[in-house]
């Protein structure tokens, strides 16, 4: 009795997920890709393409002017946080700091504020002349006060990328603080006894330590930064930005689908993007050897 | 872990029951916070219920003043509307889930110009907006509104909206700067009849980095815009043709680009923003001295430049050329009735009452937003005649009123966000060029990135299907 | 001398994260023509309290908090639920197609939203959902984040354990119940912040789903107020401001809890 309650349990238990999954996910997933076969305008109004969509897509310019932009994006925003998260989760965590919990709490507050109003208040702050940051700038190191931050092509992506710097640093260092705090202290007096200096510590026993973290973190931060839309369209005043330098996939998308009207091209662009990620996703796994720690 | 627990029973009862919670202090908590809000909700539910018509807005005024038109319909005809605010962007992302899906789709709603066309695709007679040309012809309203209003909204041959606004542009400058410098060298504003003249006889007020001519923002295509339909020009012709590189609009871009780019000295016109606060600022610091400015932006200006009043005139736009347009357009907003509307014809009464209806109250909202409505027959309320101390007693009905008939047509169409897109790239690229190579060989430039962009967008038109072919 | 440096880093970086927060204060308290006027603090006899009424009069703010309170504190408490039995079932089973559904989850993760909006505003419809504070709560009743967060929390919880409470009578649920989830308690609460938050700024989906503004939520509500020709931004900055309070006090008060949690769901290697 009790053995085959063990055995149909796990399926109980996720019962919830797999009936929320196959209403909420399943159909329609399907029905978008159905769609993604079709130029369409409406219930009456669609035209069977094919694959039409994807080999045109593979020819858009625009679709690659808005893939690289999101690769930039992730590239940068992955590639500064997570040292800076890192890099700030072990200071936090060396045991003569104090005012941890403070520390904390500011790092972390960027984080609460949400997109919206991080896209507003940055557009203020980021504006030429009378922003903050160039006034900042200017009186610090002497920069010009007339840099136009977001309307410049070349200057959109690193302000994009600051911004999600200061939102999600925090975040991810909160991440990192915790899997530091769950290694084991003696190995580090073993590095200590083995005379490990601190940078052969860091590479010996904290990365290891901190490992399956590290790769959650990083697989996370690039699925999301993938999807990076509603910070950029919101911050570059519902467009995408001079030379179209802030159009990212999502964004190319949504213009395609709700604003020029053809939901069949826009699916065929969320299906391209939804699979570029995962191959990603996989490699980055592949690449780490996730995957066997688990079992 | 031994220790913790100890701990926490010094801190007293409280926290003891807390840790005999099953799951600590962090559900509690916010199961507490929903509980109180659920039973808020339930004492207080939302009110409303069956409405006879559904109407989507996106401007937070318009949606006030349909509600008290609303309130008086419903005492005049016992029928209710139900009048919601949604965002702008929701209104698109709900309304073609909405279309597409055919499901809740609203009786009326009002949609933004530069987003209508791509709701006008597909087959004429599968479009989800009702062809309105029968009862404008049936109410004799087609004869009141100035004809290039409709252009927008006109498919095929098919009205599938009604304007709310026309909105002609004019110049919107610093009196208190330029009027005394002109008066010194026996000048008015009213002799700047040509752009030409006007960056000629100001130039003296230019200060590079302090002090610019003219406000023009070259990180999007909103001025280019301007520009270009006020040279007749225009993104977009008539049958839904692309026109963005046409000789007018190679002629418009080798002009306004030199405005903007600096090259051989010459850069007259600068931006601190779009219509946000750096603009404002920028505006009451004197950075530019003069705006291009519609209708409806002259109400922010009283909003959130205080600070100018009495300072700021509108004229005219200087023409391109002499005897030019004076004018050009920007922005607007269209109302439609879903082919799905229960009652067409309720929903037109009520379409008509707010948009057509009585001059009082058009006049009412013109005091608040200073937009025109393109309704001939409202211009006459007192409210489009009044003197505003803002813009030193000038009477701004009379200034819009007299420009309303020769606002040219805006034509609209489902590839207008990637044909703006690619407009901007263009004029990026433009402004680079010109920077670093300046004049030599700049037309030739304009020409051939025109065509490059225009010809990435026709290629995207071409996979539309021929939708009525066969039928 | 190295604690010097170790300070001195950990405060520019606070300063940097602090700076658009307390601008944001500030903005709160700044009239509508002042806003640019002065780059970060204005003269103190400049500031206002102006913005608020404002905000209050345009909007029924009170309400919107409410409605927000009530989804979010409604979605959290089913996704706790949900996920950290759905994570229990993960981590201490064996069962055929496991890897499957772990596949299905971190796929989903990958799926942009807006691919999805128009069949789920067709699908939410047709179950009646459509303007309803349950068409918020219903579709995301599983947070596979919450899932996977769960599992790896608890694959350390060991197996002894379990099995000791089979021995005592418990069935499979009252395992999870009595034995798992209290020594879960940690991850629970950095599980509650962490979908508090997401469902508290939650934006695209609300937006599409709702419709009256009895109705909205917070983020929804305030974004009424940027047109798309106008924003009153000394109000919205008011509106934001009181907006986060409440995640800023919940953050507070479960700090503690929140740290504990990740720490304790940490994989061990």
């Given amino acids: ?295 | 872990m031994q220790a913790e627990k100890d701990d926490n029973t010094a801190q007293g009862p409280l926290r003891r029951w807390l840790d005999d919670m099953p799951l600590g202090l962090a559900p509690l908590l916010i199961a507490c916070m929903g509980l109180i809000a659920g039973l808020y909700l339930l004492v207080n539910p939302v009110r409303g219920g069956h409405a006879d018509l559904s109407m989507w807005v996106f401007g937070p005024l318009h949606a006030d003043a349909y509600q008290t038109a609303a309130d008086g319909f419903a005492k005049m005809t016992g029928r209710t509307v139900d009048v919601q605010l949604i965002n702008y962007n929701a209104v698109n992302q709900k309304l073609r889930s909405a279309l597409w899906a055919a499901v809740n789709i609203p009786d009326l709603v009002e949609i933004e110009k530069s987003a209508a066309g791509g709701f006008f695709r597909g087959p004429l007679d599968k479009v989800g907006f009702l062809d309105l040309k029968p009862f404008l012809e049936r109410d004799g309203i087609l004869d009141r509104i100035p004809a290039n209003a409709l252009a927008a909204y006109t498919d095929r041959g098919a009205i599938f909206g009604v304007p709310h606004d026309i909105h002609p542009v004019m110049l919107a400058y610093r009196a208190d700067i330029v009027d005394s410098y002109l008066a010194r060298r026996g000048l008015r504003m009213a002799d700047l009849a040509t752009w030409d003249d006007y960056f000629r006889e100001l130039h003296d007020l230019l200060v590079p980095d302090q002090r610019y001519l003219l406000q023009i923002e070259y990180g999007d295509a909103w001025a280019f815009q301007i520009f270009l339909m006020q040279r007749g020009g225009g993104i977009f012709g008539p049958r839904g043709e692309l026109r963005m590189d046409d000789e007018v609009a190679v002629g418009t871009m080798t002009w306004m680009i030199p405005l903007v780019a600096e090259a051989e000295g010459r850069k007259v016109a600068e931006s601190l923003g779009n219509w946000d606060p750096s603009f404002y600022r920028g505006f009451i610091e004197g950075f530019y001295i003069a705006a291009l400015c519609p209708d409806w932006r002259t109400s922010q200006l009283e909003a959130f430049a205080g600070e100018l009043s009495g300072k700021l005139r509108l004229v005219p736009l200087p023409a391109p050329a002499p005897g030019g347009l004076r004018t050009s357009q920007m922005g607007g907003t269209m109302l439609g009735i879903a082919r799905s509307a229960k009652d067409p014809g309720l929903a037109w009464q009520f379409a008509r009452q707010i948009y057509y209806g009585s001059p009082t109250q058009h006049g009412r909202l013109f005091r608040i937003t200073n937009i025109l409505t393109p309704d001939r027959r409202a211009w006459g309320d007192p409210a489009y005649h009044e003197a505003r101390p803002y813009w030193g007693n000038q009477v701004l009905g009379e200034q819009f009123i007299a420009l309303a008939d020769e606002v040219p047509p805006f034509y609209s169409s489902g590839f207008l966000p990637v044909a703006q897109a690619k407009l901007n790239e263009a004029i990026v690229a433009c402004y680079s060029q010109y920077r670093s190579h300046g004049a030599e060989g700049f037309e030739a430039f304009v020409r051939q990135r025109l065509k490059s962009a225009a010809d990435h967008v026709r290629r995207q038109m071409q996979r539309e299907p021929d939708w009525d072919a066969g039928r | 001398m190295r604690r010097a440096i170790v300070y001195s880093l950990l405060v520019v970086f606070s300063i940097g994260c602090l700076v658009p927060i307390v601008w944001l204060v500030v903005s709160a308290f700044k009239a509508n023509a002042d806003f640019q006027a002065y780059a970060f603090v204005p003269p103190v006899d400049r500031l206002t309290m102006a913005n608020f009424p404002s905000l209050f009069k345009q909007m029924p703010f009170l309400r919107f908090m409410v409605n927000s309170f009530f989804v979010a504190g409604a979605t959290v408490i089913v996704q706790l639920f949900f996920s950290s039995l759905g994570g229990f079932a993960l981590a201490k089973y064996e069962f055929a197609g496991k890897k499957a559904i772990m596949g299905v989850m971190l796929a989903t993760m990958m799926i942009p939203g807006p691919v999805l909006l128009a069949p789920m505003y067709e699908l939410i419809y047709h179950l009646r959902l459509i303007d309803s504070h349950l068409g918020l709560i219903v579709p995301g009743m599983v947070n596979v984040f919450g899932m996977f967060l769960f599992r790896q929390s608890m694959l350390s919880v060991p197996d002894e354990m379990l099995q000791a409470a089979r021995m005592d009578g418990c069935n499979e649920f009252q395992i999870f119940w009595h034995v798992v989830m209290p020594v879960s308690r940690p991850i629970v609460g950095a599980f509650c912040l962490i979908a508090f938050m997401g469902t508290w700024n939650s934006f695209l989906w609300p937006q599409i789903i709702l419709q009256s503004s009895d109705r909205f939520t917070l983020p929804i509500g305030l974004n009424q107020m940027v047109g798309v020709y106008e924003a009153d931004y000394g109000a919205m900055m008011a509106g934001t401001l009181l907006a986060v309070l409440p995640v800023v006090m919940l953050f507070f008060l479960l700090q503690k809890e929140f740290i504990a949690g990740l720490t304790k769901g940490a994989v061990k290697g």
């Fill in chain 1, 1 to 295: 009795m009790q053995m085959r309650n063990a055995r149909t349990a796990p399926y109980l238990f996720l019962a919830p997920f797999v009936i929320s999954f196959l209403i909420f996910g399943a159909y329609p997933i399907v029905r978008s890709m159905i769609l993604s076969l079709y130029i369409t305008s409406g219930p009456e109004a669609q035209h069977f393409v094919g694959l039409d969509n994807y080999l045109y897509l593979l020819r858009d310019p625009d679709f690659w002017t808005a893939f690289s932009n999101t690769a930039t994006f992730a590239a940068g925003s992955v590639a500064l946080q997570l040292p800076l998260s890192l890099g700030l989760a072990i200071l936090l965590n060396r045991p003569d700091v104090r005012g941890r919990d403070v520390f904390r709490f500011i790092f972390f507050s960027p984080n609460l504020m949400g997109l919206v109003f991080s896209a507003l208040l940055f557009m203020l702050i980021l504006a030429p002349r009378f922003g903050l940051l160039n006034a900042s700038l200017h009186a610090l190191f002497g920069l010009p006060l007339t840099t136009r931050w977001l309307s410049t092509p070349e200057l959109v992506m690193p302000a994009l990328i600051m911004v999600a710097l200061w939102l999600y640093t925090g975040f991810n260092m909160v991440y990192f603080l915790a899997a530091l705090q769950s290694v084991d202290g003696e190995l580090y007096e073993a590095a200590t006894i083995d005379g490990a200096g601190r940078w052969s510590q860091f590479w010996h026993v904290t990365l290891p330590g901190i490992k399956p973290v590290l790769i959650f973190v990083v697989v996370l931060s690039t699925i999301g930064s993938f999807q990076l839309f509603e910070l950029a369209f919101l911050l570059l005043g519902n467009s995408s930005g001079p030379d179209q330098a802030g159009l990212t996939i999502v964004m190319y998308l949504y213009q395609n689908g709700f604003l020029g009207g053809d939901l069949g091209y826009a699916a065929a662009i969320g299906w391209t993007l939804a699979g570029m990620v995962l191959i990603l996703s996989l490699i980055q796994l592949r690449i780490t050897g996730t995957g066997k720690e688990d079992r």
